[in-house]
């Protein structure tokens, strides 16, 4: 088993006893090797360094903190309960360990303009991390912030903050938000984009499961458990291979589910490469629409 991941929701909240129990138990039924990559996503104001040591000892060896942002009025916005320094010490008491550390971000705020994102990638960069994600903030109608006619950053102002993302931020971006040193990408994230199979545990959790010779969609909890044909997993392949640098592989499957002549149309979008098709810089910020337009 090359990654475990525990995400959704707030898992730094569980007593670490639960964690190691849970261990324990995937340790039983899987081969667990001395280099599987274990991630616990926190919240700072969650987890305390005796808490950080124990989960530590017990086997994870990333942490992935959702800080959000580096400025305190703006956390209050977003509803967060700690403040940037708690982040920060957080972040430094991982890296003390010895731990992988990743940080989350959120950019497009009411208000905010390119010299916003460049002071939040060079607060990055003073830090240290050695990877990021740097996620736009989407206002959903019937939401409490769709309710409040926010100021929001138009589409060109969003558009050219997340192109001035790689030129400010020493990690390179490997996937549509996501920015890492080379060899400190996510594993897991990796593998789920690459379309490698995956096993949701409890209640929430999604995977997708490769079983004589077929696809399942399942869920956690034996909530679902339903069989995908061939040119559905296809597709899912294609939108999250597509989400990355590196592109999509192009398996047979994929290739019987993608318009080649569309895709050769288009060179200055996507292009094929080493038996991959992937965006280049410019597509990938119309990547939904490059989706649109190349599967059949």
């Known amino acids: 088993m090359p990654t475990i991941f525990f995400g959704g929701g707030t898992p730094s909240l569980m007593p670490s006893e639960c964690f190691g129990r849970i261990l324990d138990t995937i340790r039983k039924h899987f081969n667990v090797f001395g280099d599987t990559e274990i991630t616990l996503e926190s919240n700072p104001g969650t987890i305390d360094n005796i808490k950080l040591k124990d989960f530590y000892n017990l086997g994870m060896n990333r942490l992935s903190v959702g800080v959000q942002s580096l400025n305190d009025e703006k956390l209050k916005f977003l509803g967060r309960i700690h403040s940037a320094d708690d982040a920060i010490r957080l972040i430094a008491m991982a890296q003390d360990m010895g731990l992988r550390v990743s940080g989350d971000f959120i950019y497009g705020l009411p208000g905010e303009t390119i010299k916003d994102i460049i002071q939040t ?176």
């Open 121 to 296: 990638c060079n607060q990055i960069n003073n830090i240290g991390l050695t990877h990021c994600s740097m996620y736009e903030l989407t206002i959903e109608k019937n939401t409490p912030f769709g309710k409040m006619n926010l100021d929001m950053p138009d589409n060109k102002t969003m558009a050219d903050m997340y192109m001035a993302i790689p030129e400010n931020l020493r990690l390179p971006r490997y996937e549509i938000s996501n920015y890492a040193m080379p060899g400190q990408e996510c594993k897991h994230n990796q593998n789920v984009w690459d379309g490698e199979p995956y096993i949701g545990i409890g209640n929430g959790a999604a995977g997708r499961i490769f079983v004589n010779n077929t696809w399942y969609e399942q869920m956690g909890n034996h909530v679902q458990w339903n069989p995908l044909d061939t040119n559905t997993r296809a597709i899912e392949k294609v939108i999250t291979g597509m989400r990355t640098v590196r592109g999509c592989r192009l398996t047979h499957n994929v290739r019987n589910v993608i318009d080649t002549d569309w895709i050769n149309a288009h060179p200055e979008l996507v292009q094929i490469k080493n038996n991959r098709v992937a965006t280049t810089d410019a597509g990938m910020i119309v990547l939904d629409d490059i989706i649109v337009n190349m599967v059949k």
